[in-house]
């Protein structure tokens, strides 16, 4: 078996091992993972990502390789998370520099320096707190970061990426997709018992679980539709002041924290 990390701000994680194949996730800076496959043409391999167990592909040349005691090793060890819009990260050993997106983790952290590899980088950003109260902080963060299909940062993020970059910057791991989220937790029985950060989920008229958001409060939610956004909901689901009529139906609210 064999272990990898992501050197690279944001690799995209796709569904088949393609260029033309759908971005289902992506893979932030620090984040590791094994590799499970690689495809007939040698360019892809598929790998499972350590944090959520999330499965997609990589363009080999993206992949940057870990030993098995380094992968254990990162395994137990708390994993620091950027907090900086784009922080920057400077690799000593070429004198050059990285970008890294807010969320990314710091591989083998210790005051102000971190490994990757046989890299040794000098970090001089700010780290978030692992800090349940700052939850609805960090959610605002990513306010009017674009919808897109399988992102993870405020240049791009999907809803359920969303929800799972939030509670990751408080050092709470969720799963990735909104049908794996409402499987953890708590179930909340109604908005008059709900609190802030309660995870709140919506389906479709096939009665499947589409769309998650972070509750604000009893009567706002903080989600990623068109852009992530604040706005009212009620036991209906999200009122969408804009197109005057409700946007999403609601099905569940879980309690995480």
């Known amino acids: 078996m064999t272990f990898g ?37 040698g360019k892809w391999i598929e790998i499972k990502l350590a944090h959520d167990k999330y499965r997609c592909w990589i363009d080999k040349k993206q992949h940057t390789a870990l030993n098995q005691a380094q992968f254990e090793e990162l395994e137990a060890m708390e994993r620091p998370r950027t907090l900086d819009l784009l922080g920057i990260a400077k690799d000593k050993s070429i004198d050059n520099y990285f970008n890294l997106p807010l969320g990314s983790q710091l591989p083998f952290f210790d005051n102000g ?9 000098e970090f001089k950003g700010t780290l978030a707190v692992p800090d349940k ?104 689901g999200i009122y969408n002041v804009e197109m005057k009529g409700y946007s999403h139906n609601l099905a569940g609210i879980r309690r995480v924290l």
């Open 113 to 121: 320096h971190f490994e990757i590899g046989l890299s040794s980088f």
């Open 133 to 236: 109260r700052n939850l609805i902080p960090y959610a605002h963060l990513f306010l009017n970061a674009p919808y897109l299909w399988g992102g993870r940062t405020p240049f791009g993020i999907d809803c359920s990426g969303f929800s799972q970059m939030c509670y990751k910057l408080i050092g709470i791991q969720i799963p990735r997709d909104a049908y794996q989220q409402i499987e953890i937790g708590t179930e909340v029985n109604d908005l008059e018992s709900s609190e802030a950060g309660d995870l709140v989920f919506f389906e479709n008229d096939q009665k499947r679980i589409t769309h998650v958001g972070i509750l604000i409060n009893q009567e706002e939610v903080i989600h990623a539709s068109g852009r992530v956004r604040i706005e009212k909901i009620d036991f209906r």
């Open 5 to 41: 990390i992501s050197k690279l701000s944001i690799i995209p994680g796709r569904k088949e091992p393609s260029d033309k194949s759908e971005n289902i996730t992506q893979v932030l800076f620090g984040e590791h993972y094994t590799v499970l496959s690689e495809s007939d043409n």
